[in-house]
């Protein structure tokens, strides 16, 4: 039988200790520190957000120099939500890092982000974490090796990297299909006791038997590839069924992108069927219609830089059969567009930490990912469902 735990002596040890030291000195998991604050009506610890990120890439420095940017600046706009449940974006705090490319591995973190196409819109402060080496697996291909050249040095032992860190969540923002990569970290993120976060389009949070093995550990799991604040994907939805919901009927369509970031080489050489199959998915899986949709990475055009051009062409009929023609462009940087939703989804990881909650987590997979485990209609859907859980509300 195990002995019970005097709440009262548990939350004095927490004042003074992390996470990880209180469920070893207890003999107790996770959950059961979330259950035991919970049921002694703890608020929100103000503690800061303790992340370590995998893929030092053009999203990872948006990310980075928009948690320096916010701190800096005291504005708020482009922030979906300055402060979520009682955390602001500069509450996280990157305590590990790991890459492959020989530009990156060996260097602080805040010169590593600027080896990438991103602009630089802020300087950094030196932030005392060292970009470590990682398994490369099949991180790179041969089209780009040429712009990320991997280092020649033996990988760290990334479990006990992360415990060192004390990381509290893994972010995972590798090139889309390295899922052999992919999968490494997700083993690594298990075994040091951390939350993951899948930003890449491998299937992780949706795969059961992984959600089954975070469920088990108590570690939330979250994915699967990142929506962008505002891309094409969630305006070519919107606009679509806001022209079925006045009566059109959708003849055609497709959205095309072109961008010059890593990522682009990376979309168009390795996983195009895939993150095509995501993307057009994702339009077209709330519309109910049978239409030939298409969303996709189209070319890699390297001037642009992190930019991404995206073509909207839709074609509907109205009354009397009417063609409705649109043809929209959007310009956008490519990094800078996922840093404000993954600064609300490493919160909302966070929060579910706090409450205890292990395995895929749809409400926060929902809001912030293409490919959730369970998908929702409408983004207010899946906003309703986020803050209903950052509330501590049940569905
Ligand atoms: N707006 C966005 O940025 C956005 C939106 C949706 C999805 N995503 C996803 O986020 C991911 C990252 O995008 P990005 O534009 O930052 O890509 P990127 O190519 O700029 O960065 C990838 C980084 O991963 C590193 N890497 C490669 N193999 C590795 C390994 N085995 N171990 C450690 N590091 C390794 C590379 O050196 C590089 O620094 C992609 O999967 C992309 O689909 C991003």
């Not at 073509?311 to 023609?325: A, D």
């Not at 800078?336 to 990881?349: E, H, K, Q, W």
Request: charge should be neutral; include cysteine.
């Amino acid at each position: 039988m195990p002995t019970k735990i005097n709440d009262d002596e548990l939350l004095r040890y927490l004042e003074d200790h992390t996470y990880d030291e209180t469920m070893e000195h207890f003999g107790i998991s996770r959950m059961t520190i979330a259950r035991i604050r919970k049921r002694n009506k703890i608020k929100f610890s103000p503690n800061k957000i303790k992340l370590a990120i995998v893929g030092i890439g053009n999203a990872a420095s948006a990310l980075i120099q928009g948690i320096e940017y916010y701190k800096a600046r005291g504005n708020n706009i482009g922030l979906l939500h300055p402060i979520l449940a009682g955390y602001h974006i500069s509450d996280i705090e990157i305590v590990a890092a790991y890459d492959i490319s020989e530009k990156k591995v060996g260097k602080d973190l805040s010169e590593a982000v600027f080896e990438n196409e991103l602009a630089h819109y802020i300087d950094l402060p030196k932030m005392n974490v060292v970009v470590e080496m990682g398994e490369l697996l099949d991180g790179v291909i041969d089209q780009t090796r040429k712009i990320i050249k991997p280092a020649s040095l033996n990988s760290v032992d990334i479990v006990n990297s992360l415990k060192k860190s004390e990381a509290e969540i893994l972010l995972c923002l590798l090139p889309s299909g390295a899922d052999k990569a992919v999968n490494f970290y997700v083993q690594k993120a298990l075994d040091a006791g951390c939350a993951f976060i899948n930003g890449t389009p491998s299937s992780i949070a949706t795969n059961k038997t992984l959600a089954r093995k975070f469920y088990n550990k108590g570690l939330p799991l979250i994915g699967d590839d990142l929506q962008d604040q505002f891309g094409a994907t969630i305006v070519h939805k919107l606009i679509l069924q806001q022209m079925i919901r006045q009566g059109i009927d959708i003849k055609e369509s497709y959205a095309l992108d072109v961008g010059g970031g890593a990522e682009s080489l990376n979309t168009i050489h390795r996983s195009r069927e895939i993150k095509r199959e995501i993307k057009s998915e994702t339009v077209s899986s709330s519309l109910n219609i049978n239409t030939p949709i298409v969303a996709g990475t189209s070319d890699y055009v390297p001037h642009l830089k992190n930019g991404r051009n995206s073509m909207l062409w839709i074609v509907g009929r109205g009354f009397l059969g009417n063609e409705v023609i649109l043809d929209i462009k959007i310009q956008s940087q490519d990094g800078p567009n996922g840093g404000s939703v993954l600064a609300d989804v490493i919160r909302a990881t966070k929060i579910a930490l706090l409450q205890g909650e292990a395995g895929a987590i749809n409400e926060i997979s929902c809001y912030g990912f293409k490919h959730p485990p369970h998908g929702t209609e409408t983004p207010e859907i899946a906003l309703k469902m986020l803050a209903d859980f950052v509330l501590g509300r049940k569905q």
